[in-house]
């Protein structure tokens, strides 16, 4: 179904007096208007977002206590155990506090749950464990805790120290806790909602630092650890899909530019076997460095990504990075693997395809990377999707769930739980664990819910579009002004631009080891623009047959290729004729 091009509102008087006042392109100007810039001011800050205005720590709940506690059981040598999530943002957390720790002479460990046994959060066996090896020592959460109410509680009853420091949903009940450090607690002044887990943990690194420099400032040694410690934190606000505006904004500019050369042995090893080279962007961790991280916990054990990003070896981190590259190269076959036999599933089952959300499960499929195949599949056939892989030993299949144009799946999943052992989530993503016989009534009870509550209208599947332009204005300098605007990513999107009477300067071709990339040469009056489609090889035909001019929806990007730039297009969409969407 062709898709509606949605343009922002364009002021030609407003975009050139921003322009001039600015100092910048117009196409730099008209994208900050698009984006909801109001005035100069606004549009100033946005671009210098520098260090400085990150909001000071002590601003934020619970961490100058928690600081104090972890500065305290320092001085008393007590062992240190920082307990993490196990996906980016927390491996990244975990990882940043632990360097703080060691820098400050701390006893310091760390202990990472197992994905597809334990689960998220904190867990009553970790803190038995925890409290048989060493009663005395304090436990530091990153990224998860919030809700372990169950397991605050238990820790308290074994007299165990317990710091949370989170970022998730704040549920009815708050954990009981020695403190708990979380930019949205109740009464919380902090100005920036929704830093990470990683940047919570880098907070509170910082207050850490500020006590152990002259109480105010960092010393020499600590502040150059800080500095390293924003690319982790900017590695975790960008995995943790945080919008990447105010605070986040600042920390994952920072952090990448800094990423090279402020790199620990892990990361350094990381980056080689990602094959990405600076200047890096949000893109270069969100499908480079990131999934790589990931995988350790999707399957084998996070704890190996942690292992990595603190060791100080270069050869064990080489092999290391070695190894996770091995694991996310599996995942990507396994993922490949089960999206097709989820599509032909549901081409069995045409009942399916028709209702409105989808349930598929296997025996067959890998718990560690349902979820990212359940964004695919709800992607491709845009309905709510929730994908089961089932232990044919247990009879109990374990479920992941991705919504679709706004449907609340947690509320959907909620509807449903008569027909499940347990479930989770927030609106745009649920867990749950279910009976294999409970399955087929699940998958009617889910549909129908959907079917009752949501409906995918135009407006959900509209392209946003900053502005219309004329090819002749994407010179290298204008669209390397643009790259000021960055890091795009979630809340900042890659600048996106139409453009009308565009014509074949040749025959698109089809390149890539399968064929899948569509590569175009575009033109009006002036040069000709190189431009690129991934996965869409059927357009090359399409385009080739299409009767006259074209209208392009795409994202000019700056490509660099053996010391040479030049922008390319990225094609987004199109369609024949020339008027305005
Ligand atoms: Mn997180």
């Known amino acids: 179904m062709p898709r509606a091009w949605r343009y922002a509102i364009h002021d030609a008087p407003r975009v050139r007096s921003l322009s001039q006042e600015l100092g910048v392109p117009g196409l730099v100007a008209q994208v900050l208007l698009a984006r909801g810039v109001e005035n100069s001011d606004e549009a100033r800050q946005f671009l210098s977002a520098s260090l400085l205005d990150l909001h000071d720590p002590s601003l934020l709940p619970g961490i100058?206590?928690?600081?104090?506690?972890?500065?305290?059981?320092?001085?008393?040598?007590?062992?240190?155990?920082?307990?993490?999530?196990?996906?980016?943002?927390?491996?990244?957390?975990?990882?940043?506090?632990?360097?703080?720790?060691?820098?400050?002479?701390?006893?310091?460990?760390?202990?990472?749950?197992?994905?597809?046994?334990?689960?998220?959060?904190?867990?009553?066996?970790?803190?038995?464990?925890l409290a048989e090896e060493d009663r005395t020592r304090l436990i530091i959460s990153v990224d998860c805790g919030i809700a372990s109410i169950q397991e605050a509680a238990l820790a308290a009853e074994l007299e165990m120290e317990l710091i949370v420091t989170d970022h998730h949903t704040i549920g009815d009940q708050l954990p009981a806790a020695s403190v708990l450090v979380h930019p949205r607690l109740p009464g919380s002044e902090y100005p920036f909602g929704d830093l990470c887990g990683a940047g919570v943990a880098f907070k509170l690194a910082w207050a850490v630092c500020q006590r152990l420099g002259d109480g105010r400032k960092a010393s020499p040694h600590m502040k150059e650890f800080l500095l390293s410690a924003v690319g982790l934190a900017a590695i975790g606000t960008v995995s943790d899909v945080m919008p990447l505006l105010g605070e986040n904004r600042v920390i994952v500019r920072f952090g990448l530019a800094g990423l090279p050369e402020r790199s620990n042995a892990g990361l350094k090893a990381l980056l080689k076997v990602s094959d990405r080279q600076p200047p890096l962007d949000a893109e270069d961790v969100a499908f480079g460095i990131g999934p790589r991280i990931n995988a350790a916990g999707r399957l084998q054990q996070a704890r190996l990504?942690?292992?990595?990003?603190?060791?100080?070896?270069?050869?064990?981190?080489?092999?290391?990075?070695?190894h996770l590259d091995k694991l996310n190269k599996d995942r990507k076959s396994l993922q490949i693997r089960i999206l097709k036999q989820a599509k032909k599933q549901v081409a069995e089952h045409p009942e399916w395809e028709e209702a409105a959300g989808l349930v598929l499960a296997s025996h067959d499929w890998h718990a560690g990377v349902i979820g990212i195949v359940a964004n695919q599949v709800a992607e491709e056939f845009e309905k709510p999707t929730i994908i089961i892989a089932q232990s044919a030993m247990e009879g109990i299949g374990k479920g992941s769930g991705r919504s679709f144009a706004g449907y609340n799946l947690y509320a959907?999943?909620?509807?449903?739980?008569?027909?499940?052992?347990?479930?989770?989530?927030?609106?745009?993503?649920?867990?749950?664990?279910?009976?294999?016989?409970?399955?087929?009534?699940?998958?009617?009870?889910?549909?129908?819910?959907?079917?009752?509550?949501?409906?995918?209208?135009?407006a959900d599947r509209e392209l946003r579009v900053d502005a219309e332009v004329r090819l002749e204005d994407l010179s290298l300098k204008a669209v390397k002004a643009l790259d000021t605007l960055s890091p795009f990513g979630e809340g900042n999107p890659r600048p996106r631009f139409s453009a009308t009477g565009v014509e074949m300067a040749e025959e698109p071709q089809l390149i890539g080891k399968d064929q899948r990339t569509l590569r175009l040469s575009l033109k009006t009056t002036g040069r000709p623009l190189k431009a690129i489609a991934f996965g869409r090889p059927e357009w090359a035909e399409e385009i080739q047959q299409a009767d006259g001019p074209l209208s392009v929806c795409f994202e000019p990007k700056i490509n660099r290729w053996q010391g040479r730039e030049s922008v390319e297009l990225q094609l987004i969409d199109w369609k024949t004729g020339g008027g305005l969407g």
Not at 103 to 119: E, F, K, Q, S
């Open 412 to 458: 959907g999943v909620a509807s449903c739980s008569d027909h499940l052992i347990s479930f989770g989530g927030h609106h745009a993503a649920a867990g749950i664990t279910i009976r294999s016989d409970e399955i087929p009534a699940f998958r009617d009870a889910f549909a129908a819910h959907v079917a009752g509550h949501h409906e995918v209208t135009d």
């Open 305 to 322: 990504a942690v292992d990595l990003l603190t060791t100080d070896d270069a050869e064990r981190a080489v092999q290391l990075a070695g």
């Open 64 to 129: 100058d206590e928690a600081a104090d506690r972890i500065v305290g059981a320092i001085g008393d040598d007590r062992r240190i155990t920082i307990y993490g999530d196990y996906d980016v943002d927390g491996v990244t957390g975990t990882s940043l506090l632990w360097h703080c720790l060691r820098l400050a002479g701390a006893r310091v460990d760390y202990m990472i749950p197992d994905r597809l046994n334990d689960g998220y959060g904190l867990n009553p066996r970790a803190i038995q464990q």
